[in-house]
């Protein structure tokens, strides 16, 4: 996945409703746009792609997986 396994590294795993995940994505894509946090821009495109993937799943559900009905 292109990051290490070192002992400083950390990881991050959160889980909310449809709408907060609109919103921090919309903070996400804010902050990333703003250039104003340049060493973190690589997370926010990391979070923004996470987010934008978990969103896209619920709002038009693959008819494959675990999400078939």
Not at 51 to 59: A, K, R, V, Y
């Amino acid at each position: 996945m292109g990051m290490t396994d070192d002992e400083d590294t950390v990881y991050c795993d959160i889980q909310m409703p449809l709408a907060q995940g609109r919103e921090l994505l919309q903070l996400v894509s804010t902050l990333r746009e703003s250039n104003a946090y340049p060493t973190l821009d690589g997370v926010f495109e990391r979070m923004q792609d996470e987010l934008s993937t978990s969103i896209d799943i619920i709002e038009n559900p693959p008819n494959w997986g675990p999400w078939r009905q």
